[in-house]
T-cell receptor, first 114, second 109 residues
Framework: DAMVIQNPRYQVTQFGKPVTLSCSQT?????MYWYQQKSSQAPKLLFH???????NEADTPDNFQSRRPNTSFCFLDIRSPGLGDAAMYLC?????????????FGAGSRLTVL | GQNIDQPTEMTATEGAIVQINCTYQ??????LFWYQQHAGEAPTFLSY??LDGLEEKGRFSSFLSRSKGYSYLLLKELQMKDSASYLC??????????WGAGTKLIIKP
């Protein structure tokens, strides 16, 4: 089945130790998103790519970086995680023929910072 | 600023009907979405409204009034598996999604 796959599902890191989260998709969608979601809060958009065009939200901290080496893959790098970065990180895609504006989410990567 | 308001939490009984309301104030409008999110999982798409009126999909229906900036999600014949958070999101004039914080729905037997 076509889908969005995130790895790892659970990541534990130490304060300040870099982390990379990955996302792959088999949907051939041209838009990919990274969201941060904390408990009982709305998802917060960090970045999105329209094809290779990178769009950084104005309030996304410099500590967060992203790469999209090809259509299928996208990475989120957290250079120096702080305790406040503990959250669920959601990758999503859109742009399919059946509902171009509908987001399809991966299962998420839950980050714990010790 | 842009804002989505929905109740924080609701409780309903198995087999009953529940209506989850969402009001919004956004810069333009290009559609309203409802997503379901079980605890610790990713959101899954439920419905999309861009024109006024009711969209029915099985046990779930979604209503939109653009003039009132208002939508609701109606869940019928509630099942225990419907216990989840329900997120309302509006796409603004820049095709950016503005998310509500979600309504946690608790189903009791």
């Amino acid at each position: 089945d076509a889908m969005v796959i995130q790895n790892p599902r659970y990541q534990v890191t130490q304060f300040g130790k870099p982390v990379t989260l990955s996302c792959s998709q088999t949907l051939n969608h041209n838009v990919m998103y990274w969201y941060q979601q904390k408990s009982s809060q709305a998802p917060k958009l960090l970045f999105h790519y329209y094809d290779k065009d990178f769009n950084n939200e104005a309030d996304t901290p410099d500590n967060f970086q992203s790469r999209r080496p090809n259509t299928s893959f996208c990475f989120l790098d957290i250079r120096s995680p702080g305790l406040g970065d503990a959250a669920m990180y959601l990758c999503a895609t859109s742009g399919g023929s059946s509902g171009a504006n509908v987001l399809t989410f991966g299962a998420g990567s839950r980050l714990t910072v010790l | 600023g842009q804002n989505i308001d929905q109740p924080t939490e609701m409780t309903a009984t198995e087999g009953a009907i529940v209506q989850i309301n969402c009001t919004y104030q956004t810069s333009g409008f290009n559609g309203l979405f409802w997503y379901q999110q079980h605890a610790g999982e990713a959101p899954t798409f439920l419905s999309y409204n861009v024109l006024d009126g009711l969209e029915e999909k099985g046990r779930f229906s979604s209503f939109l009034s653009r003039s009132k900036g208002y939508s609701y999600l109606l869940l019928k014949e509630l099942q225990m598996k419907d216990s989840a958070s329900y997120l309302c999101a509006v796409m603004d004039s820049n095709y950016q999604l503005i998310w509500g914080a979600g309504t946690k729905l608790i189903i009791k037997p």
